[in-house]
């Protein structure tokens, strides 16, 4: 008994030392901000117009970039009750790159360029939201719904579109593949400036859903019968939410091309970051976290290393070694 006493009084300070939530989410902004300020102003060469221009499209699109994936996954791991799950792994990019390839199989490389716009991103969005909202609404809304039958169906379909994928490529021509390699590849820095308002408006309009429901969210964590209990249309709350999630991965993945762990790092930092499980705490600091992540290796990659192409390709590689460390660390999905 007196060594357990002695723990709690030595634990007690740590505790009290510790930051307080709503700091940590202003050290955090105040983080982002500075890394956005940097990339906007820092290192102009030439033209200060034109470079500012781009940079901004860049800053606009790794915003919605950052938010899409890490409310999308933090909103879905809560409705999975699993902390390993995320909407990419679950088929998005496999259909994403299951459209792209067959526009370029059926109609050629110089198809990807000509049919560009609004009704393209549209088009794909819209695909991929009815894709996953029947996967995620017929495996995991009904009675015996499962979340290891949901993950097996997912990435079962996901891996049969890839493999439908890869043998439609190796019928392609070498110049169509470069092609199409392009927009198999997270592309932050090359997204149409166009398409900002669109998906911005609907990251502000799934932001606002979400944050109206953070209570009810918070109530979902407690399993279904709990939800129930405690007022919570458990069946309608889940819909919504996929309903959301899907939305906003589709509308990034169409925007700026697949990213598959990205999510999954900005939600399991923000969780260790907060030491909360309050959507309220833990959605914004995924937010913040999310866009430190792009904009600040996106300006190390520039003006550092030289490489501005390079960082999805970076953190699909470092979001991959974390998934499989926090994977075999945990034991379990």
Known sequence: MSEKRLTVRAAAPARRRALPVAARLTLAGTIAATAVVCYLFLFIQGSFDFAFERRLTVIGTMAVVAFAHAVGTVVFQTITHNRILTPSIMGFDAVYILMQTLLVAFFGGGVLA?????PKLLTQTLLMVCFTMLLFRWLFSGRS???HVMLLVGVVLGLAF????????RMLSPSEYDVLSTRLFGRLTSAEASYLPLAGAVCLIVGAVVWYRCHRLDALLLGRDAATNLGVDHKR?????LLMVS???AMST?????????GFVTAMLAYQMTGTHRHAAVLPMAFFIGVITLVGGQFILEHVFYASGMLTVVIEFLGGAVFLLHLLRKGTL
């Open 114 to 118: 000509v049919t560009d716009g609004m």
């Open 145 to 147: 719904g499962s979340i």
């Open 162 to 169: 890839r493999s439908v994928s890869d043998f439609l490529q």
């Open 237 to 241: 709350e889940l819909t919504v939410m």
């Open 247 to 249: 939305l906003l991965i």
């Open 254 to 262: 169409a925007l700026a091309g697949p990213m598959t762990f990205f």
